[in-house]
């Protein structure tokens, strides 16, 4: 069964750093592209970056030269580090995983999610 497990979230100052991590059970990681999203109260879950199995990676333009999303494949993790941090980052950040090497938009696979704040 496909798990997904964030972590790393957690209260960081405006212009800080974090870095989130997703670690995927199976197969899923090495064989897929992998995504981040996320996601505050009455909004609809927004996405944020995409990388494939290869390491290609996009990002939405919100965070475009802030966030970089990269992937272990022989820890089977995903990473979003995260800089120059703004309050409108304030989120749960969700993990995604896709069944196809290449995709936008993962969605077969989702994580719980882990609360990200951005506040002085």
């Known amino acids: 069964q496909v798990q997904l497990v964030e972590s790393g979230g957690g209260l960081v100052q405006p212009g800080g750093s974090l870095r989130l991590s997703c670690s995927a059970s199976g197969s899923t990681l090495i064989g897929g592209a992998m995504g981040w999203y996320r996601q505050t109260p009455g909004s609809q879950r927004e996405w944020v970056a995409a990388?494939?199995?290869?390491?290609?990676?996009i990002y939405a333009d919100s965070v475009k030269g802030r966030f970089t999303i990269s992937r272990d494949n022989v820890k089977n993790t995903v990473y979003l580090q995260m800089s120059s941090l703004k309050p409108e980052d304030t989120a749960v950040y969700f993990c995604?995983?896709?069944?196809?090497?290449?995709?936008?938009?993962?969605?077969?696979?989702w994580g719980q999610g882990t609360q990200v704040t951005v506040s002085s």
């Open positions: 995604a995983g896709s069944r196809y090497s290449v995709s936008s938009r993962p969605s077969d696979y």
């Open positions: 990388i494939t199995s290869g390491g290609g990676a």
